[in-house]
């Protein structure tokens, strides 16, 4: 009895001194990868120096791990390839972004992925065939450490993608979801938001809900800095997208509750070592000659994602037979190219939608009411356009030089946009399924994918420069 007594109070007081022990959680995160394989040698490095350090290392991502690389998007399960690395990697848990909808690929996926899929603010059907949690509780050493996922949600009710492709799940609020899990902090050490709301988004999240420990957030590619304030005591981290930097984050806990919290941004490509399992993988995912297929030449380099824009633009207005052309500038996952051979990887990985162009008939106060109600207020998300020329106005103390104010449009030789005649209109399936519920008006299939409309466009011009007409002229104001 007397050493079953000892036994006892041996362990109440090995229980009482770790409880009082200061503990770390490191975690490695990353965000908007989209399908950057590339850079997945150095960042596996990147893991395995932290789990040396660190074995209990937790590593997240904050959503759209796909879209924009051929090579991963058009495999034959799409976007195997970057599931097949994060596994190799050792992930713990995705959110969903925006783009994990992209191509109805996302069920089979969940199957090979050897991490979870966080998201409290969406609800998918049985028939649906997806698994999505809205939480998971991690055990590291003894600690629990609660995650809570979201994504973003548009005016429409949907997160960004085409409508056909979220068939079957229901959303709801960021917000509303969160705020129901405020009672699932208090039974964790630490509690995460895995988010993939963004920047603004995740701000407004820490204001609201400073039971949370940390925001990993995502979708608005903001890189931070570790200069980054706390909001309402909340750490918010963030990277730029397609790995170029990625968050070793550190939360020091004592007594069951955060103590400390920090981050370090990690430079991916400036990493000296790489992992040579996760690079011979990479080199047998990039063999494919189909994709090294040279379509045209670039006699000067494109250089900014606006002439990638543009290039599109004009071959809607040559292919699809319209006087206007609109682009989604969401819609152009390449930010350049280099002088010199145009691939067909490049362009699948410029376009990767697989959307349709399609064709209709619109005013120019409709075509006027596109732009303005598309942008939501933001000169990035302003689709951008051919055959005329848009003025957009950004309000000079802005520190982004991003909101609008307003946008006024013109033709080509500056002279004024008659706003009441019609025009035919070129765009794709995504941009013209978006506006239909505020301009009701009906879209005429030209049946063929808007990637091999810039093929076709590209193989008969052979050789190609950025337009040196532009089409988007931004004022502050």
Known sequence: ??????????????????????????????????????????????????????????????????????????????SYPIV??????????????????????????????????????????????LHIVPTQVFDVEGMKIGVIGAIQINTLGRPDTHPDNVEGIKFSLPMSAVAKYESFSHQCDATILLSHVGYEGDIKMAQAFPWLDLIIGGHTHHQLTTDEPLYNGVLITQN????????????????????????????????????????????????NPYFERIIAEAAEPFTEKDELNFLMCDAFLEEGGGKISIVNNGGIRLDSIAAGTITMGEILSMDPFNNLAVKTRLTGEEILKLLTTYSRGSLYHLPRVGGIICEATVDKNDQYKDRLKHIKLTTLDGKKFDLHKTYEVVTNSYLASICKPFLNNDYESLYIHTADMLINYLKKLKVVSPTRIDRLIVKEE
């Open 240 to 287: 730029k997208n397609a790995l170029q930097t990625v968050a070793h984050i550190t939360l020091t806990i004592r007594n069951g509750r955060v103590t400390g919290k920090k981050v370090e941004y990690i430079k991916v490509k400036s990493f000296s070592k790489k992992n040579r399992l996760v690079e011979a993988m990479v080199q047998y995912f990039n063999k």
């Open 1 to 78: 009895m007397k050493q079953r007594l000892l036994l006892f109070e041996l362990i109440f007081l090995l229980a009482h001194l770790c409880y009082g022990q200061t503990r770390e959680v490191h975690i490695l995160a990353a965000n908007d990868m989209h399908a950057a394989i590339d850079a997945f040698p150095q960042f596996a490095a990147i893991a395995d120096s932290l789990r040396t350090l660190y074995p209990s290392l937790l590593v997240f991502s904050a959503g759209d791990n796909r879209t924009g690389n051929a090579f991963s998007d058009k495999y034959e399960i799409s």
């Open 84 to 129: 097949a690395l994060m596994n190799q990697v050792g992930f713990n848990a995705s959110a969903l972004g925006n783009h994990e909808f992209d191509v109805k690929s996302l069920p089979p996926l969940m199957g090979l992925s050897n991490f979870s899929y966080i998201c409290a603010n969406a609800s998918p059907s049985k028939e649906s065939g």
